[in-house]
């Protein structure tokens, strides 16, 4: 009789850990992953694209805004918990999302260097370039103080810098927000997208005439811990051809590359 109760027992426990699998019960981390405003959006192929799909600038906004969330929460399911809250439709989730987004300001800032998707490649350096770089983001931040706007002696002084190697940067006023949030969604990590652009590089006179000219996809993003501090800032890019229309293909094909390189620097 015992056994005749404890082995179908035991089948069952056994199939829902096995059909468990999903839940993060053996996971450590829980990622609350924050879409960008729509605000902070830019696509100068806008034109291109809403004449391939009737749509409007807001509806390719919000399908690229879904799409890489997506891909993004995607990327990372395997490897942690995933809070998303642009699939969360619950009052709380919007209210969370409203007081983040009202709680922070942009500034333009040296991106940090991005993990490489193969380790080898750090080790391979060795100490001569180790100190080269080192060195190079040391002029890359002199450089980037100096260009700031300021006033001296009653003019407004400042130098036009490259934005090639900088991310939009999100400081927070009221920091105890998210440390708020973290504490009632038991939260380790927040990945913000902080903005999504694609521009072309229309320094080329001859870009109209070249069939293998391109625009660049970039995403900004910051990773904070759950006492807000900031873990790591930089950017994700790709470049796609300059004049694809279809924005499904945009997404499928050259999202990707951008999330690698972005989920590449989070410490399951």
Known sequence: MFLVFVFPLITVLNAQEYLDFNTGANRTKRIL?????????????????????GETH?????????????QLYNAMMDSCVVVNLLTDNTRRAQEDIS????SISYE?????????????????????????YEKEQQRKL???????????DGEIVGKRQSVEDKYLHIIFHQP????????????????????????????DPYLSGNANSERTIKVHFSLYNAQGKLIHGSFGE???????????????????????????????
């Open 33 to 53: 992953l924050v879409p960008f405003d729509p605000r902070i959006y830019y696509n100068d192929a806008t034109s291109i694209m809403a004449e391939e799909t």
């Open 58 to 70: 807001d509806e390719i906004m919000l399908y690229f805004r879904e799409q890489f969330n997506l």
């Open 99 to 102: 007081e983040l987004y009202s």
């Open 108 to 132: 333009l800032r040296l991106a940090m260097q991005n993990e490489p998707e193969d380790p080898d490649e750090v080790e391979k350096m060795n100490f001569l370039q180790r100190k080269r």
């Open 142 to 152: 002199e450089e980037m103080e100096n260009s700031r706007t300021r006033i001296v």
């Open 176 to 203: 105890e927000v998210l440390e708020e949030i973290a504490a009632r969604r038991d939260i380790d990590y927040f990945l913000f997208i902080n903005q999504f652009d694609i521009k072309g590089n229309y320094g």
């Open 238 to 268: 790709n470049n796609m051809p300059f004049n694809l229309a279809d924005r499904k293909e945009v997404a499928n094909l050259y999202f990707p590359e951008v999330i690698r390189q972005i989920v590449n620097n989070i410490d399951y």
